[in-house]
């Protein structure tokens, strides 16, 4: 199975600060068919996960846009400019090139 | 509105199935090109997708849990379930349900706590 390794495992930061979050596949993400299934959720405490970024870059409806994923191959970033105070909980990303789906083990965002 | 609602026993013993079932509504699980799927969440934050059944009635498992995994469905209720089978303490996990399709896991049930205890 592809390992996603995601750091740091925990992030302080304070409000308005920008932050990044880095995945790092354990093989390409790039499918065949050109896409790349590299997706981006966060789970705030006591709620279900939520999807922010998917494909990468693309901005899931409803998701601010101070939000921002970038990558390829093997090296994703997840940026958030500007953290508010709703942002904090754990991010994870995941990926859907190669079956089974797989989930980095998170990045705990936490407020300094 | 989509909505997926999770239920199940909360408490199971070692060794005994444990059976959980998503009601969706709001959007129809035979809609083409839809996935409903199966992830459960570990305590300590590790997350596994456990497997899927589509639009269509076509199944895939997560390979992992292969020999003891079964997903169903029943189109008149628009539920699909969740059975996994001869369970240990390390099966203890939330479970949630979620659509996938071009965009994936794009909506998630709330989530059901199960505990696999004697």
């Known amino acids: 199975d592809v390992v996603l390794t995601q750091t740091p495992p925990t992030l302080s930061a304070t409000i308005g600060q920008s932050v990044s979050i880095s995945c790092r596949s354990s093989?390409?993400?790039?499918?065949?068919?050109?896409?790349?299934?590299l997706h981006w959720l966060l789970q705030r405490p006591g709620q279900s996960p939520q999807l922010l970024i998917y494909?990468?870059?693309r901005l899931e409806s409803g998701v601010p846009n101070r939000f921002s994923g970038s990558g390829s191959g093997t090296d994703f970033t997840l940026k958030i400019s500007g953290v508010e105070a709703e942002d904090l909980g754990v991010y994870y990303c995941?990926?859907?090139?190669?079956?089974?789906?797989?989930f980095g083990a998170g990045t705990k965002l936490e407020l300094k | 509105q989509v909505n997926l609602q999770e239920s199940g026993p909360g408490i199971v013993k070692p060794s005994q199935p444990l059976s959980v079932t998503c009601s969706v509504t709001?959007?129809?699980?035979?809609?083409?090109?839809?996935?409903w799927n199966w992830i459960r969440k570990f305590p300590g934050n590790k997350l596994e997708w456990m497997g899927y059944?589509?639009?269509?009635?076509?199944?895939y498992y997560n390979p992992s849990l292969k020999s003891r995994i079964s997903i169903t469905r029943d189109t008149s209720k628009n539920q699909f379930f969740l059975q996994l089978n001869t369970v240990t303490t390390e099966d203890t996990a939330v479970y949630y349900c979620?659509?996938?399709?071009?965009?994936?896991?794009?909506?998630w049930g709330q989530g059901v706590m199960v505990t696999v205890s004697s």
């Open positions: 979620a659509r996938h399709s071009r965009v994936p896991f794009d909506y």
């Open positions: 709001g959007y129809s699980i035979t809609t083409s090109y839809y996935y």
């Open positions: 059944i589509s639009y269509d009635g076509s199944i």
């Open positions: 093989q390409s993400l790039l499918h065949s068919n050109g896409n790349t299934y």
């Open positions: 494909l990468v870059s």
């Open positions: 995941v990926q859907g090139t190669h079956a089974p789906y797989t």
